[in-house]
């Protein structure tokens, strides 16, 4: 089991930067990846950002989000961390921004996929 808790939300004005969280506590070793979706009133939920937790790495982002938006991974000790560093922010960033680790399953192919309560994020304009 993961439990996934997100921080760093807030108000900011167009233009700003914000850096989310996302803190997993549980066993983390064979993390497949995580990423950040997030899900504006009235609207569904949408892909933001992706790092990939084998190999090296990789990360991924929606088009909205690109050269604004990056994810990083800290894994150290028994904490492992997951952030958002969002600058440039904009009226259409408003969301709440929820944190999704995938872990796959020991001797199998199978993932489980574990989600944050989410953190919200308002750009004024």
């Known amino acids: 089991q993961v439990q996934l808790v997100e921080s760093g939300g807030g108000l900011v004005q167009v233009g700003g930067s914000l850096s989310l969280a996302c803190t997993a506590s549980?066993?983390?070793?064979?993390?497949?990846?995580v990423a950040w979706f997030r899900q504006a009133p009235g609207k569904e939920r949408e892909f933001v950002a992706r790092?990939?937790?084998?190999?090296?790495?990789?990360?991924?982002?929606a088009d909205s989000v690109k050269g604004r938006f990056t994810i990083a991974r800290n894994s150290a000790g028994n904490t492992d961390t997951v952030t958002l560093q969002m600058i440039r922010l904009k009226p259409e960033d408003s969301a709440m921004y929820y944190c999704?680790?995938?872990?796959?399953?020991?001797?199998?192919?199978?993932?489980?996929?574990?989600w944050g309560p989410g953190t919200q994020v308002a750009v004024s304009s």
């Open positions: 790092i990939m937790g084998t190999g090296t790495g990789n990360t991924y982002y």
């Open positions: 999704n680790w995938e872990i796959t399953e020991l001797g199998t192919s199978r993932r489980s996929e574990y």
């Open positions: 549980g066993r983390t070793s064979r993390t497949y990846a």
